[in-house]
Nanobody
Framework: QVQLVESGGGLVQPGGSLRLSCAAS????????MAWYRQAPGKERELVAV???????HYGDSVKGRFTISRDNAKNTVYLQMNSLKPEDTAVYYC??????????????WGQGTQVTVSS
C-alpha cells in the first residue's frame, strides 16, 4: 500500500503565500509523475501543476507565474509554493502520484486533500 499525506493548507489573505507538501510512503519502488490538483465547491477537479522525475513542469493557465511545483525524489515528496494568492484559489488541494510498486506494477494514488482558503 502507498499513502500520500498532504500538509500546509490553511487560511491566508489575498496576496499572501502558502507552501503545500505531500509525502508518499509505503511500498514504493519508484515514483513517476507527481501533481497537484484542486477542487472548488461546485466545480470540477482541475490540474494545478505537474512535475516529472527529471523536474520538467507544467502548470494550469490560472496559476502560471504564481505557483511553483518542486519535488525531492530522495524523500518521495512534492511541494507547491503558492504566491500572490487570490480568492479564486480557494479550494481543496489534492496530491497525485503515479507510483511503481514493482518493476511492472503501476498505480495512481491520491492524497486526502488539504483546504486552502484565501480571504480577507
Amino acid at each position: 500500500q502507498v499513502q500520500l499525506v498532504e500538509s500546509g493548507g490553511g487560511l491566508v489573505q489575498p496576496g499572501g503565500s502558502l507552501r503545500l507538501s505531500c509525502a508518499a510512503s509505503g511500498s514504493i519502488f519508484s515514483i513517476n509523475v507527481m501533481a497537484w490538483y484542486r477542487q472548488a465547491p461546485g466545480k470540477e477537479r482541475e490540474l494545478v501543476a505537474v512535475i516529472t522525475t527529471s523536474g520538467r513542469t507544467h502548470y494550469g493557465d490560472s496559476v502560471k507565474g504564481r505557483f511553483t511545483i518542486s519535488r525531492d525524489n530522495a524523500k518521495n515528496t512534492v511541494y507547491l509554493q503558492m504566491n500572490s494568492l487570490k480568492p479564486e484559489d480557494t479550494a481543496v488541494y489534492y496530491c497525485n502520484a503515479d507510483v511503481y510498486i514493482s518493476n511492472y506494477d503501476r498505480y495512481d494514488y491520491w492524497g486526502q486533500g488539504t483546504q486552502v482558503t484565501v480571504s480577507s
